[in-house]
DNA sequence: CTTATTTAGTTACATATGTAACCAATAAAA
DNA sequence: TTTTATTGGTTACATATGTAACTAAATAAG
């Protein structure tokens, strides 16, 4: 593949052939980002304007829906954003009216965290929106291929992404 | 853990069941979303503080360091940056020096984009680190799971992924 | 030509995000 | 207990990013 019929005395270039070039499309960590980009975005789109939420303002509403009462740290384990992006949020979601919280009476640090009303009517209204996007974008598969895409994300999720040694190289 | 073993006449909850329920970290775009978060984090801490590189600027260096003298708008559609986004890295890059540019004389208005000496040795250095570390990726994925892991983003990436026509509901 | 239109890129402004410093409450040590 | 360390969350500051408005060059229309 590398290359595809090349004449014998003639290098396409001498000082960066096929192998130790990178080539972007094909990069996994690309590819993945650019893919997942415009599927959150397009997804993004079915609820940002309409209920002026933001990704992680949805993200949080979306665990509170699901599960209730669960602190901010909790919040950022599920979610699997950073504590201060959940502080952040949530005051908008509490000035928004789309939340409620109070303190734990054991551990007055810990917030108690629930969708108000208001928050439930929108979660129950955005999230047949967002499974049948997920669904739309899955019927495009066949079952075969919804099973091989879950496998393989369960892989690399499993994954500890750990760090490569960086081949040694003081020269900073 | 809220009814583990569920005795028959006893619902779950009233208003949501799984079938309604959205759970994060089954839904297929979060799940691509934080996957490739965390690849894009680990592998940009191989090159960001070592060579003070953002991530939008690694990406212009990447591309030409594969293809060189492109315009601005090219690498942005190369890179699936938007244009602005470029016009930030390349300025960054060119105060760094590791880009040069000149204007096409057929078109003045068209930018000439290339690595300097400079940026191309850094291109040298990162660039089999990004590699190397693909590899590490993927070098957990049987041959099976890579080709299938391949096909599958191919069919995702060529998805239009267009709007679901949204359940026509004006109460804006 | 002279005036629109489009195209390449940059700039401005408002908002978002990351890192580190911070405050308050609890837990652990001394 | 008083001191010290840890934990839950927020705030500040610097930087990044998105959208829209803008400049300049090149085309197309009149």
Redesign the interface.
């Known amino acids: 593949m590398t290359d595809e019929h090349q004449p014998l005395a003639d290098k396409p270039r001498p000082h960066?052939d096929q192998k130790?070039?990178?080539?972007?499309?094909q990069?996994?960590?690309?590819?993945?980002?650019?893919?997942?980009?415009?599927?959150?975005r397009?997804?993004a789109?079915?609820y940002s304007e309409?209920f002026h939420l933001s990704i992680p303002e949805w993200?949080i509403m979306?665990?509170l829906?699901?599960e209730t009462d669960l602190s901010a740290s909790e919040v950022a384990e599920?979610?699997?954003m950073d504590k201060v992006a959940v502080s952040r949020a949530v005051s908008r979601l509490l000035a928004k009216g789309r939340l409620e919280r109070h303190f734990s009476s054991t551990d007055r640090r810990r917030s108690v965290l629930a969708l108000s009303p208001d928050g439930r009517a929108i979660y129950r209204e955005i999230?047949?929106?967002?499974?049948?996007?997920?669904a739309?974008?899955?019927a495009?598969?066949s079952g075969e291929?919804q099973a091989?895409?879950d496998?393989?994300?369960q892989?690399?999720?499993s994954?500890d992404?750990e760090?490569?040694k960086?081949?040694q190289h003081n020269q900073?």
């Open positions: 960066s130790t070039r990178l080539k972007l499309p990069f996994l960590p690309y590819r993945l980002a650019t893919l997942s980009n415009r599927i959150s397009t997804i789109a079915l309409r993200r979306a665990i829906g699901d599920r979610t699997a999230m047949p929106l967002a499974l049948s996007y997920e739309h974008l899955l495009h598969l291929e091989a895409l496998h393989l994300l892989r690399l999720e994954l992404l760090m490569i960086t081949p900073s």
